[in-house]
């Protein structure tokens, strides 16, 4: 009765009030994308969302410090970001539709990543519903158009996943690279450590050398795209990772971090190894990947169609291959304002450009007769 009569409770039921997401054009029934929610997190139940669970619960937890480090920072949390596809015209409770989960991969977030993008098992399909693709191109674009900043965006996909590969490229997103899908799990003793070879854990001194070998491994154009710092590197792996020092010339010369926690179970890592040194494939290796297992977790990497003799090694190292991935590739050029004192500069350079003093040409030698 005191909010009604200071004229606050209908402010405050609209916040409780669950957001109505905005009908897609052409859409058979009343569905639409909109960020994660807290209500949404008990109609998550499809066998394609429950892996998916703890990442979309930190997800919420880390939004709200997020918006607030961005707002009294120039640094950017890198929280996961998550949309959903909603209907609301079905009998019952609302309908989760699809799920796509991005993340920056920068602190300047220049560059993104869509993490995981997955589509319910149990409800696509009936009648009235619509089709797979348009709900994959719909949460491409939303994610795409809420990525403020954003000048390139990778992906990665089954290479199998025909449709999938058609919604990225509907997007804009170009074939970069095809890999290989590798699991290792550990078993017996680390080998020892090489002569030669000192191994240092990634940290805040060893992460520039990491970032150098990880600059000279990765192709010019990944390379471009990612648009990665050394503190990217720890933002995204923590103290997750090892390196091998070569202890004459004193670089790192292999090295392996975190990347993501896989919803099968298990880690994926990166495993850099410096070109032209290829015979560090071997003990050496092995002892970075004993570093980084768990017990009685896998390890999972991905490895470059056109590296044979890394998928020599993982063969001998008892890995066992689980298909290929298809790495893509977007980038958004944005032409970038010219500011009014350029301007200025350029047409006082115009105008006094008759003025300015002439070189005197060179005379013309005369053919030899």
Do not use: Y
Not at 125 to 146: D, F, K, W, Y
Not at 234 to 249: C, Q, V
Not at 285 to 290: E, F, G, N, S, Y
Not at 341 to 353: G, V
Request: aromatic content about 4%.
């Amino acid at each position: 009765m005191i909010a009604a009569a200071v004229g606050i409770q209908p402010d405050f039921q609209r916040a409780l009030s669950r957001p109505e997401p905005e009908p897609l054009p052409g859409s058979e029934s009343r569905w639409g994308v909109e960020p994660l929610q807290g209500w949404h997190i008990p109609f998550l139940d499809d066998r394609a969302f429950l892996p998916l669970q703890p990442l979309l619960q930190r997800a919420l937890l880390l939004g709200v410090p997020d918006r607030l480090i961005t707002a009294l920072s120039s640094r950017r949390c890198l929280a996961p970001r998550v949309h959903v596809a909603l209907c609301r015209d079905q009998p019952g409770r609302p309908l989760l539709l699809g799920i796509i989960v991005t993340r920056r991969l920068n602190r300047s977030g220049s560059s993104w990543e869509v993490q995981h993008l997955r589509l319910a098992q149990d409800s696509l399909g009936r009648p009235g519903l619509p089709s797979e693709a348009a709900v994959t191109g719909a949460l491409l674009r939303e994610a795409i158009q809420r990525g403020r900043g954003a000048c390139s965006w990778i992906a990665t996909t089954s290479s199998l996943d025909t449709s999938r590969l058609a919604a990225l490229r509907q997007q804009g997103f170009q074939p970069l690279r095809r890999d290989a899908l590798w699991c290792w799990q550990a078993k017996g003793a680390a080998p020892a450590l090489g002569l030669g070879l000192e191994l240092l854990p990634l940290n805040r001194q060893s992460a520039p050398q990491l970032w150098h070998l990880e600059q000279a491994a990765c192709p010019a154009q990944l390379r471009q795209i990612l648009d990665r710092r050394s503190e990217d590197l720890l933002d995204h792996s923590g103290t997750r990772g090892w390196m091998l020092l070569d202890a004459i010339r004193r670089e790192v010369v292999a090295g392996v971090r975190w990347l993501a926690d896989q919803p099968e179970g298990g880690q994926l890592v990166e495993l850099s190894v410096m070109p032209g040194r290829d015979a560090l494939l071997g003990p050496p290796t092995a002892l970075l990947l004993h570093r980084m297992s768990r017990p009685g977790q896998p390890i999972w990497l991905r490895v470059e169609l056109s590296d044979k003799v890394r998928h020599l090694w993982l063969e001998q190292l008892g890995a066992t291959g689980h298909g290929e991935q298809v790495l893509m590739g977007r980038s958004l050029w944005r032409r970038q304002p010219s500011s009014p004192a350029r301007e200025a500069t350029r047409r006082l350079e115009a105008m006094l450009e008759p003025f300015q003093p002439r070189r005197r040409t060179l005379p013309t030698p005369l053919d030899p007769r």
